[in-house]
């Protein structure tokens, strides 16, 4: 325990569970790494952030920085997708220490003769370090000292800014303390942090009345879906569905012939997780509609359900991974008195553990080999966290850019828990936040909290599960408040499609259910259909592919607005220089007014300064002049999405 | 990394940076321990708290309890000193889950037959493990559920709560996780929480005006101080003092022929660190002090002052333990343009530095083997952190009970580091803090925050080195109120006495120094002086003893009350029986009046229940009905000390 190492390293971050887990970043990013320095005595202290960058062994050094109250910073870029890791090393800087206390005796006007002889041996050290004109600049100024000549101009080279940077150059790190853990941020694709998604049944997708949906109708979509903006679309699971327990419409116990069943009763006689419905089509086609999607810059993202239907070929190949009861049938997902027998849950810890795993691991490569980059992971909650963490380090290993969306409705600590082994981004409580007081709440955890770290929200007004109470009564205000914000919150987005666009509501009495859900049957839509909230989707989704500043979730500040009803948040982009201001109209019927405040502290701004206000929506300006400026709107346009521009 | 664990276990509590160092208790205290334990789906999960007691190998378990949100505990009773070790696992209870989902099936009036026979592995399982009439039980109810009759009965034992009783207690803790990190709490006898300290030269203790005080005189002022209700006496240094360079009256750069010297300025012809100062006497008066002491219920503290004198015998015998500078002398402290001669700063970093350091050990180890327990430490800061790590472990090899007090005044964080690596208790930031507004952050830093695992405050309204700005104008007001707030906020404090208790307030002007300190030249006091303040303190002193709400420092609520010069806070006993209320009037001119409000949540009491409330100052007793109350306080009896009786 003897140690002469004099500085202790603490609070090092960003840092997510002491080390546990790895932070996120996408690339292109400024990551701020700061730590508290600490150490006795009145000496100067020196450190370094320590780093090294995907795939390298090499620890690169960047000087820190001291910020205040002994925290000090450096700001990497990520200029690489991958892992980087990174960790600080600090000393007490002797060399510098004996500049500091030169510069004050010869500021208070003390001679400094013995104090210079007392450097020769630190030049000695740094010599043998120096290079080149710094090597020769330090041997100049030792010969110097030593001549015992020119006292002034010694003096003058002692105090000078060109030594404290050879000397900052070059550190003697002796006795230097190296904080105790590494610590790794993973640098994704852009596409982690901002996404638009637009999920569709392909069965649904048939312009037919007298057929379903196939996987040719989907591709057929994929323009239209485009042209509104989406750069992501999600399709609910396309294979095989069980026969054995099949639901029927409206979720009823059996299905009547000629029902399709939940997608999500995967796996029959016609194959399971690594097969296509027959159908949707084939392979080929699958393949195909991929394909066009990416013509169109479209990222097809599949769903990853791990439960079997009772009729899926494992449980006749591998009955070991599923969980057998003493009368000798397979355990059947309960919640009771409720009864799911169309689904059979897979039994992870199974003595066979390892190949089940395996065999799940390899349906995610299957469709990686496909061109398939985004899975949308179905309830990852119900089953082991850890496998999850296996999983997706297994994915990355051969396809580093795969993004899996974690769909978990669950206890906060479970969806944060999946964030930090792994999944790129998460589903979210916004589908039932709707008051002022709860989005800010719940906004305020998501961006000032250690979960800002590791979990990525993504907001969606709906899903196929959820037809929220605020959508039933299908009032177009509810339905262009909850995609607005949804949209210039968070960066990362998505609707359930054609329903939202066109605003079914209709619901299970007193459930936040839909009726006729998709889920148990095929639908058919019209498709061509035209109104005011899908020309709006389609301009907000242009207004965030140009304003960088909603192209990211975590800078936000809610402003000030005397109004419970009205809700105002500013978000800057990553470089600072683009500011938004959004406003929004909570009430569905009435105008609402009040006056909002500027947040003049997040902007290169002061009191007074003429601002240039621009409705991105409406393409009206405004002047503004004064921190607190009055705000109206109505609930047919119930919202601003303004851009601030500051006079030079 | 394949792992079929499925609890997470995280935000174990208490924690003192990662575990790097020990939370602190004293005996008899109930620690606390807290965990997040995260699984997925919807088993039943179980955990228990790991531990050993000081000194055993052997882990001891006790069942952690759902707090909410995840959130777990188990509250373990601190009853031996040393330290202890904690830890948690968790896992998936199976049986548990199996009687929970038995239990909703039962309710709902699902047949169980299938899942009784599901039992029988379960059951098997426990009767390898259960004894006695547990064992009995568990296979009684499994020749029920073989007997496949009374299935009435078998459904009653298992929904019963002698079933849970059982899988309880013997729980089949398969791919259970252990939280990944062994945790430390120190516990240390009650003085490490509970002390009153008195400081106080020995040179200025005699009655004689003719001559300095020795340790004779000291050991006479002894009976004196314990009436007043100290028990701890903190000597400043008492060892020979240098005669180089040595300081003269008033800090004065060289002193004149007989003038005593600082005590701070250790070592001489005479000895050095293990060495009394002639003219104060022997190691035998020594041993008697401390005996005479002990008798009256006091403990000695000894100052540990790690520098030397130019003339202290280490300079000669050891000139390796200093830093020599270029023209060949010992650098001396400074503090440019400021030069401290008389004081040699240690070289802790000297080649020779493992003698060094085991020498400034056996320092610690030569006083406490003369039965000192007690060390207060002069600027730790100033000498390296680690370097106390170490000391003070060692010391708590061969006296665990031993107190070291941190006399940092510096950074935060420094004075942090201190406490986290083993001091006691800590010297604050109090004897600044003068405003409501300042008393309550800090304090609410102090026993709110991270801190209070670790950093003990000891709250001292002066010093030998600090005469505050607030005490230099004399008025009885503020020595009473700075007393009253030390020794009622903080369980630790102490009064640097004979100058405080005279309310001695001359200073160097402009500067929070004394006129004519003790630190350089003896004085002499009128020890037998009475005053209304010397009263008050051993009023105040006997009330600590007598109630255990003022013996710790964390529990304490500042009460609002509806003046910015009236300050109140609310104070429990550790067992919650006790409820103190302080208020003060911080206002040195004026009477004070105000509403207080009570903070029912902390208290066993209802809105309009008929509370006494007695001063136990003044002996005066109240009703109050309300929460609100109203105050009054002029700046002669600045303050109530008031006790809470609730009606049964």
Known sequence: ???????????????????????????????????????????IINGDLKFKVPGSKVWKYMPLQLHENDRWYANLELKEEGTYEYTVEAWVDYALTWQHNVRRKVESGVEIK???????????????????????????????????????????????????????????????TEYDRVLRVRVERSKAEFSTWYEFFPRSASKNKNRTGTLKDAESQLKRIADLGFDVVYLPPIHPIGEEFRKGKNNSPSAKKGEPGSPWAIGSKHGGHKSIHPDLGTIKDFEKLVATAHKLGLEIAMDFALQCAPDHPYVKEHPEWFKWRSDGTVQYAENPPKKYQDILPIYFETKDYKNLWNE??????????????IFRVDNPHTKPIRFWQWLISEVHKKYPDCIFLS??????KIMQALAKVGFTQSYTYYTWRNTKYELVEYLTELTKGPEREYFRPNFWPNTPDINPFILQDGSEHAFLTRLFMAATISSNYGIYGPVFEQM????????????????????????DKNNRLIAMIKLINALRKIHPALQQTFDIHFCNIENEQLIAYHKRSKNGDEHILCIVN??????????????????PSNPGDNLIIKDLITDNSYNWHDEWNYIELTPTLPFHLFKIHFKS
Chains 1, 2 share one sequence.
């Open 1 to 43: 325990m003897y140690t002469r190492n004099r500085v202790l390293i603490e609070r090092v971050t960003p840092i997510v569970d002491d080390g546990s887990y790895y932070a996120k970043r996408v690339i292109n990013d400024l990551l701020r790494v700061e730590a508290d320095l600490v150490s006795d005595g009145h000496d």
């Open 114 to 176: 013995v104090e210079l002889k007392d450097f020769l041996p630190i030049a000695t050290q740094l010599s043998h370090k120096a290079k080149g004109k710094d090597k020769k600049w330090i041997e100049d100024f030792s010969r110097l000292i030593n001549s015992q000549k020119l006292y002034n101009k010694a003096v003058e080279l002692a105090i000078s800014d060109e030594l404290e940077l050879v000397l900052r150059k070059y550190p003697v790190k002796e006795y230097a």
């Open 360 to 373: 799940l691991l390899s349906i995610a490569l299957f469709w990686a080999d496909k061109g398939i980059r």
């Open 407 to 412: 769909e978990a409705f669950t206890k906060p």
């Open 504 to 527: 079914v509501h209709d619901s299970i009495p007193g459930k936040e259910e839909y009726l006729d859900s998709e889920k148990y049957e095929a639908r058919y839509w019209d498709w």
């Open 586 to 603: 909570l009430d569905p019927y009435n105008k609402q007014s009040g006056m909002v405040q500027l947040p003049l502290h997040r902007m």
